[in-house]
């Protein structure tokens, strides 16, 4: 029995055990809550960069439709170009500025063409990692709150087992003394 007795004196340890297991504990929620504040700062910045693409996008809308104005406005400008007739008349006649029509032509082009799809396509794929990145922080946060619960039922349930443990040696401490 002199042999048990030395390896049960201790009983200090085991409390002590048991108050850093509940550190353990506190220290993982704590880290836990630092993740989840980090990931969901990570969805603001890329919801932000999201809705800065959208604007942009909507700002190229804006000047698409401005060069169509102004290509479209384009013919009316020019000169009037004045024939006189052998008979003493003569008329005008309105000449198109054509180099001009052609820039504003080919300003409308660029704007709404190559750049236009390019713009609707980073925006598009600006929404679609948004989307998957909801999705995965939805399904970490999923796996943290199971494995969150997990920890939490093993640190309770080892808090109870080591009282017990505790508590058993106590007694057998009393009983040993009497």
């Known amino acids: 029995m002199k042999d048990q007795d030395v390896y049960i004196k201790d ?9 850093k297991f509940g550190d353990f504990y ?14 969901r700062q990570h ?3 890329l919801e932000d960069v999201k809705q800065q693409i959208r604007r942009e996008r909507e700002q190229l809308d804006d000047e ?11 013919y009316n400008y020019g000169s009037y170009q004045t024939y006189y007739n052998p008979d003493g008349s ?9 180099s001009y029509i052609a820039e504003c ?7 709404s063409g190559n750049l236009y799809h390019q713009a609707q396509s980073c925006e598009g794929l600006a929404h679609s990692k948004l989307m998957q990145s909801h999705t995965y922080v939805n399904l970490i946060e999923q796996r943290i ?3 969150q619960h997990l920890i939490q039922t093993y640190v309770e349930r080892g808090g109870i087992y080591l009282s017990n443990v505790e508590q058993a040696i106590n007694e057998y401490k009393e009983r040993s003394i009497n």
């Open 26 to 39: 506190q220290s993982f929620e704590e880290h836990i809550h630092q993740f989840t504040v980090a990931l």
């Open 64 to 74: 698409i439709s401005n060069a169509y104005n102004v290509y479209r406005d384009s």
């Open 11 to 19: 009983v200090e340890a085991i409390a002590e055990f048991k108050q």
């Open 145 to 147: 709150a199971s494995a």
């Open 105 to 111: 032509r080919r300003e409308y082009e660029h704007l």
């Open 90 to 98: 003569s008329h005008s006649e309105f000449i198109p500025d054509y």
């Open 43 to 45: 969805i603001e910045k």
